[in-house]
């Protein structure tokens, strides 16, 4: 018989049950150390804290960043290694989550065992039971210097920028200003060495005029003297010679105006479609009768050419000054060209505008112009004609004809080799 004293044998189930929670502390181990291994491979600093927010541990990560073990982080707290220029806003941050339970995310700088700071995105999450209560924390520091210096080199980039603008802005606004300045200084002079030009111009006019219409004046009253003498002395029959003497002063001082009027561009004209090439043959014997045995004229005419919106009777006055002109700057013989062509301007040239005309040019191989007096040949009164030869008008009453009649004249000469005179007439618009 067993012993009255031995003790009982344990229940079947506190066996099984110890068994249990055996497993169950070992798999809870396992676990830790799983969870453990797997923190201290992250590349993030982490730990865990309890619900109070004391830091229980610290992964390896944390150790190698900051220089400092396990035992010493727990002596001095992590809050050691944060910056001080952030403690108090973290600190301060931290604590309500804590209190609250709600996640706490921030980002500060962290001293490292080199001393030098980096910045972290720190993230800490509260762990509950299934009654809903605060276990532990767990929380991650992740670098992001790179992301912090790349913003701040961004913001210097942008502030710099702004500030380049800004100077550049207020370089370009003074520039402008002094461009306005010499801009207004120029026009003024501009507009003084137009006035000065006006004056000379008056100036050369009234004095031609004045000088041109005194010869014919006195031919006109030298004239009418004459015949008031031979009147009064029963002469009478005289009287017809000094008539014509009168009536040819009085026509010349008409002609003087016309050509005024022209180089004013106030005559009255004539327009309607003209075959240039038609008009210069039916010139063609008057011209080589002009010009003399010495001059040869030659024609170089465009078939066909399109018909031109002009005055024909100033279009054939314009075309015998210039053979004339042309004449005269080959004293000793030479060779006249007439030549027509059709001309297209595509766009703006100087004072040409777009369109399509008819180019009549008059070529010599003359004297040419000197090159500094080139553009002065429309001038009223200005010739290189010796005395008596020419009145200077001649060019004008071209020059005013032309922009009459919304046409151009170009001019291009060589001293030495001759001149070339282009008239620019207006094609007729085609009808509809």
Known sequence: MPRSDSPAPAPLNSVRDARQIVRHIDSLRESERHFRTLADSMSQLAWTADPR??????NERWSAYTGASAEAMHALGWRSVLHPAHRERVVT????????????EDTFPLRGKDGAYNWFLSRALPVRDEWGHITHWLGTHTDITAQ????????????????RVAERTRELAQANERLQIEMAERAQTEEVLR????MDAIGQLTGGIAHDFNNMLTGVLGALELIQRRIASGRVSEIDRYMSAAVTSANRAAALTHRLLAFARR?????????????????????????????????ALSEPLPLVETDEHQLENALLNLV?????????????????????????????SAGVYVQLSVSDVGCGIAADIVERVFDPFFTTKPVGRGTGLGLSMVYGF????????????VEGEGTCIGLYVRCTAPSD
């Open 148 to 163: 912090v210096r790349a913003e701040e080199a961004l913001r210097e980039l942008n502030e710099s920028l702004e500030l």
């Open 267 to 299: 005559q009255p004209l004539s327009t309607r479609s003209v075959d240039v090439n038609c008009m210069v043959k039916s010139m063609e014997q008057l011209l080589r009768q002009t010009t003399g045995e010495l001059i040869d004229v030659r024609l």
């Open 53 to 58: 927010g004391c830091v229980q541990w610290y």
């Open 402 to 413: 032309m922009k009459q009649s919304g046409g151009h004249v170009h001019v291009e000469s």
């Open 195 to 198: 006035h000065a030009q006006k």
């Open 93 to 104: 941050r931290l604590q309500y989550c804590l209190a609250t339970g709600s996640i706490w």
């Open 324 to 352: 004339i002109n042309a004449r005269d700057a080959m004293p000793d013989g030479g060779v006249v060209t007439i030549r027509s062509q059709l001309s297209v301007v595509e766009r703006q040239q100087g004072a040409m």
